[in-house]
């Protein structure tokens, strides 16, 4: 299919930090070559964008990446509701893979690299016949495999994918191990290339763990606990490093409250809620979510209000509000600035580029 550099970017399993990893490669792949393109053939979960429905991912890679193709080129197959039972009573394979490489041939035509997005494992879309291997096969792309730290499970799990793709006749590049920890980098990045050299795959990069990019904005905790905004809508960019929950007494409430945090209070717990307003000035409490749908003294509202403080009220109790809180999976946004500069730095420094383009 040319001479255009490719490579294609699977996981090992959801959450590995794909996309992440993706936007951070395509960014520091545009300092060194002039046209880079994008496209993720099959898409999962996918938004209404000028009346065709695109894959989140390869919308927001266009936003962050200035990506210029049409979105059924970025993204030729959305899978959506029904979409795999319709398979499965009509096939339609050859249809599907000429869609896809139609797409892939206006994308490559003038560009000088493309990345390729996967969706998750290598086996991720074979119910109808495009997982993620055969998809590798169509495009005649090789492939970087993304897991996550540790030295054990990421070589287990890249053995079980590399099967699939060996069984294709695709290549596998190398692995890139990510969200490793920080103390542990060293060690576990040397018995990684240790590990990995025994089945014949090289690491191309280790990336440590980058907690702040774990760190949901309000907009996305808003979203996540169905909450109805009351104040300082002008300020939910802001991140959440710590999530406190008010089922204490004030006085001891104070010991948890650490820089960056959000309150989980029921709406009557006024004593707790004044005492994270005198805090807000010291950015250690940045952010209120009231839970039980109840609303705190009007005098104590009109504070909130007053200091603009970002509060968000919803019905469910504190136990439930709090737990989807922490069960909330964070996906990086177009707004988020710093994290997408994170997320370039983190490629530069800690991926062998030259080795992944070879």
């Known amino acids: 299919m040319g001479a255009t550099k490719k490579i294609f970017i699977a996981s090992t399993r959801q959450n590995d930090g794909k996309t992440v990893f993706s936007i951070g490669l395509m960014l520091t792949l545009k300092k060194y070559f002039e046209k880079v393109g994008f496209m993720k053939p099959v898409g999962q979960k996918y938004l209404i964008v000028d009346g065709v429905k695109v894959d989140k991912d390869a919308v927001l890679m ?155 904005n309000l907009h996305q905790i808003c979203e996540c606990i169905n909450g109805k905004i009351l104040s300082g809508a002008g300020n939910f960019n802001i991140k959440i490093k710590n999530i406190v929950i008010g089922a204490m007494t004030a006085r001891h409430a104070l010991d948890y409250f650490k820089q960056d945090s959000l309150l989980v209070t029921p709406g009557d717990r006024e ?54 809180i922490h069960e909330l999976v964070v996906k990086i946004t177009e707004e988020d600035a710093e994290k997408i500069d994170m997320a370039r730095k983190l490629i530069e420094k800690h991926v062998n580029l030259e080795a992944l383009l070879a």
């Open 62 to 216: 266009q936003r962050v990446c200035g990506i210029k193709a049409d979105w059924k080129n970025l993204n030729p197959v959305a899978v959506e509701g029904g979409f795999t039972r319709e398979y499965l009573d009509n096939p339609q394979k050859g249809a599907l893979e000429e869609q896809i490489k139609a797409a892939y041939g206006k994308i490559s035509a003038d560009a000088d690299v493309v990345v390729v997005e996967g969706t998750g494992h290598a086996g991720v879309g074979a119910v109808f016949d495009m997982s993620n291997a055969e998809v590798a096969r169509i495009l005649e792309t090789p492939v970087i495999i993304i897991s996550i730290g540790g030295i054990g499970k990421p070589i287990d799990e890249v053995s079980l994918n590399l099967s699939l793709f060996k069984d294709k006749g695709v290549p596998v590049k190398g692995v890139v191990v990510n969200k490793i920890i920080p103390e542990k980098q060293q060690i576990v990045e040397k018995y990684l290339r240790k590990g990995f050299g025994r089945i014949g795959i090289p690491l191309l990069g280790a990336i440590p763990f980058a907690a702040s990019l774990l760190q949901p």
């Open 271 to 324: 004593d707790m809620i004044l005492a994270a307003i005198e805090s807000f000035s010291e950015s250690e409490i940045r952010a209120l979510v009231l839970t039980g749908g109840l609303y705190p003294h009007k005098s104590i509202l009109d504070l909130i209000k007053k200091y603009d403080i970002p509060t968000i009220i919803v019905s469910e109790g504190t136990y439930e509000t709090a737990s989807l």
